[in-house]
Structure formats: structure tokens, C-alpha cells
């Protein structure tokens, strides 16, 4: 079984930044790829970064130049650096790991709101 904690959402100013962390844990052999989603009320969820395990990154343009991932393989933890936060950004994100347990797994986090106010 595995278990992913999200943390690091919360109330922004247009502008602002927040760092969101997904942390793995449980029977975990290693973990393939990261992503991060995002869905805002009456919308379709979309992928918003991805990094691979070989630490390859991309983004859709909505937020490339703005939102970074990154990973730490030794904590099992994948994290979220958003920059120069837009209204547009508000929205449930969730953290989403394919990892290596009895077999290759899909993984989803509980979700973090993030709002950015104008």
C-alpha cells in the first residue's frame, strides 16, 4: 500500500508564490514518473508539469516559464515551486506518481487548493 501527503496550499496574492510537496510513502520500490494536476470548479482536470525518473520536465504553456517541478528521490517527494501566481491559477491541485510496489501503480494525492486572489 501507499500513501501520498499533500501540503503547501493556501491563500495567494496575484504575483505571489507557493510551493506545493507531495510525499510518497509505503511499500515503494521506486517511482517512475511525477505529475501534478489541477482542476478549478467546472472544469476538466489538466496536467500541469511532469518530470520524469530520469528528471526530465515539461510543462504545457500555460504555466511554462512559471511553475517548476522538481523531486527528491531519497524523500520519495515531488514538489510544486509556482511563481508569479495568476487568478487563473486557482484551482484543487493534486500530486500524481506512477510507482514501482507489486507491479507499476498509479498513485493520486488528496488535493490542495490553491487560490489566488486579484
Known amino acids: 500500500q501507499v500513501q501520498l501527503v499533500e501540503s503547501g496550499g493556501g491563500l495567494v496574492q496575484a504575483g505571489g508564490s507557493l510551493r506545493l510537496s507531495c510525499a510518497a510513502s509505503g511499500s515503494i520500490f521506486s517511482i517512475n514518473t511525477m505529475n501534478w494536476y489541477r482542476q478549478a470548479p467546472g472544469k476538466r482536470r489538466e496536467l500541469v508539469a511532469t518530470?520524469?525518473?530520469?528528471?526530465?520536465?515539461n510543462y504545457p504553456d500555460s504555466v511554462k516559464g512559471r511553475f517548476t517541478i522538481s523531486r527528491d528521490n531519497a524523500k520519495n517527494t515531488v514538489y510544486l515551486q509556482m511563481n508569479s501566481l495568476k487568478p487563473e491559477d486557482t484551482a484543487v491541485y493534486y500530486c500524481?506518481?506512477?510507482?514501482?510496489?507489486?507491479?507499476?501503480?498509479?498513485?493520486w494525492g488528496q488535493g490542495t487548493q490553491v487560490t489566488v486572489s486579484s
Open positions: 500524481n506518481l506512477v510507482v514501482v510496489t507489486t507491479g507499476l501503480k498509479n498513485y
Open positions: 518530470i520524469t525518473g530520469g528528471g526530465r520536465t
